[in-house]
């Protein structure tokens, strides 16, 4: 598969996305799975919420820039602060890093803020090495802070762990480095710069014509974002559909956008990325397919603590500068999963056996009742007996109907299900009793 991967990206030139494609159909044939279409189509797909988060995110991004926010905010920007240059700075550096921030993209942050900010920079005074320092890192870090981070919600798809309460430690992470950079290599810089060389350079005819509407658009999504934060009973209608909401609003609060050429644009501008995603799931279902995913996860976990972190180093930013964000799935997630504790592994483990012995118990018991009742009682409906509530009773339900289709045990399934619950519950409050847990 690697071999395959490296030839289509190095020899071929073909495309990340492709060639991870071309791997993963390879290592099905050299694994003996033929050609699993389904497996295949799954692995696509894995990554769907994440593809529809960068979709809308560039959407939205298009129509900003299009209808002259992004010209407005920069305008407005310069001529509040150009007599606070450090001020200045870390205000551009956040107009630098917003684009990365909404799409997950540092090429998205490059093409539209960095290419409206790159001769403001240069106006104020700075060297292009330095203007271009700046508007490169604040691309890097606009796609690692939050709201989208595209290699943390690969991961966290990866090892099914929502992504949620990232945003804190990765504000924490970029902010601090962001202000850093931007005073550090251009303040000294800036401190001589000229604003009556600066203002005919700036576009201030769109904040004048649309005035505080222009800027809708952002307040919006802002707004959107943290409804749910703030107000828990408000239900969360998804980063999608916010990001959709505040793109249609934004086509009607600056110049005149045209819906379906910047749809269309946006979709281009994303394809790679979302390639590159649909690529790297295929890669991963093979993977677990063929059984080398665990192969990896494993030998992770025999290593010891300091090679661990030596193969984490060394191993990610070389498969991370070949397949970008697919380091983040077909090595981070093993990583991550190899980085947890012992306690933690200890934990998992007796959760399985616990799964396993109630499961095994729980059809035991059935079959005995079984027996008792003159097959009355399907034995079935003693795996049902697990804490996992839906997912045992359709899994019953489902082998039950498969042996004959007259079967229907799903509410049957359920009984078992509420017993096993309200069970664990009462041993739960007679432990707590007597240990003291208060």
């Known amino acids: 598969m690697i071999g395959i991967f490296m030839l289509g990206c190095f020899l071929a030139k073909l495309p990340v996305g492709v060639s991870m494609m071309l791997s993963a159909i390879g290592g099905c044939l050299a694994g003996g799975e033929g050609l699993p279409i389904r497996h295949l189509v799954e692995?696509?797909?894995?990554?769907?919420?994440?593809?529809?988060?960068?979709?809308?995110?560039?959407?939205?991004?298009?129509?900003?820039?299009?209808?002259?926010?992004?010209?407005?905010?920069?305008?407005?920007?310069?001529?509040?602060?150009?007599?606070?240059?450090?001020?200045?700075?870390?205000?551009?550096?956040?107009?630098?890093?917003?684009p990365g921030m909404i799409t997950g993209s540092s090429t998205a942050a490059v093409l539209s803020a960095g290419s409206i900010m790159a001769p403001v920079l240069l106006i104020m005074g700075l060297d292009t090495?330095?203007?271009?320092?700046?508007?490169?890192?604040?691309?890097?870090?606009?796609m690692i802070a939050p709201p989208v981070n595209l290699p943390a919600m690969i991961i966290g798809g990866g090892i099914d762990v929502p992504f949620v309460g990232f945003g804190a430690p990765l504000l924490i992470l970029t902010i601090p480095v962001a202000i850093f950079?931007?005073?550090?290599?251009?303040?000294?810089?800036?401190?001589?710069?000229?604003?009556?060389?600066?203002?005919?350079?700036?576009?201030?005819?769109?904040?004048?014509?649309?005035?505080?509407?222009i800027y809708i658009p952002l307040f919006v999504l802002v707004i959107l974002m943290m409804l749910t934060k703030i107000f828990k009973i408000i239900p969360d209608i998804g980063m999608p559909l916010m990001f959709l909401i505040s793109a249609i609003v934004g086509l009607f609060t600056g110049r005149k956008v045209n819906p379906v050429e910047t749809i269309q644009e946006a979709l281009h501008s994303s394809l790679p990325v979302m390639g590159i995603l649909m690529g790297v799931g295929m890669f991963i279902q093979v993977m677990t397919l063929t059984g080398v995913r665990g192969f990896i996860v494993m030998t992770c976990l025999g290593l010891p603590e300091s090679l661990r972190l030596l193969a984490a180093g060394v191993s990610i930013p070389l498969f991370g500068a070949v397949s970008?964000?697919?380091?983040?799935?077909?090595?981070?997630?093993?990583?991550?999963?190899?980085?947890?504790?012992?306690?933690?592994?200890?934990?998992?483990?007796?959760?399985?056996?616990?799964?396993?012995?109630?499961?095994?118990?729980?059809?035991?018991?059935?079959?005995?009742?079984?027996?008792?009742?003159?097959?009355?009682?399907?034995?079935?409906?003693?795996?049902?007996?697990?804490?996992?509530?839906?997912?045992?009773?359709?899994?019953?339900?489902?082998?039950?109907?498969?042996?004959?289709?007259?079967?229907f045990l799903l509410m049957h399934a359920m009984g078992p299900n509420v017993a096993g619950v309200i069970g664990t519950a009462v041993a739960a409050g007679t432990f707590m009793a007597i240990f003291g847990v208060k």
């Open 43 to 98: 692995g696509t797909f894995s990554y769907i919420d994440t593809i529809l988060v960068i979709a809308t995110a560039m959407v939205f991004m298009k129509v900003v820039e299009k209808s002259g926010t992004l010209d407005a905010l920069s305008a407005v920007i310069i001529k509040k602060f150009h007599k606070h240059p450090a001020i200045l700075l870390i205000l551009i550096m956040a107009v630098i890093m917003f």
């Open 129 to 142: 090495v330095t203007a271009a320092a700046l508007i490169a890192m604040g691309g890097l870090l606009g």
């Open 181 to 213: 950079s931007v005073l550090f290599l251009g303040l000294k810089q800036a401190r001589n710069m000229d604003y009556e060389k600066m203002e005919p350079h700036l576009n201030k005819e769109v904040a004048e014509k649309y005035g505080f509407r």
């Open 324 to 407: 970008s964000f697919g380091a983040s799935s077909v090595l981070g997630v093993p990583f991550a999963l190899a980085f947890l504790n012992m306690d933690t592994i200890k934990i998992v483990v007796l959760g399985l056996v616990a799964f396993a012995l109630g499961t095994a118990a729980g059809v035991i018991f059935g079959k005995i009742m079984c027996k008792v009742t003159h097959g009355k009682v399907n034995p079935l409906i003693g795996s049902a007996g697990v804490s996992a509530v839906p997912m045992a009773a359709r899994v019953s339900q489902k082998v039950g109907a498969e042996a004959d289709p007259t079967n």
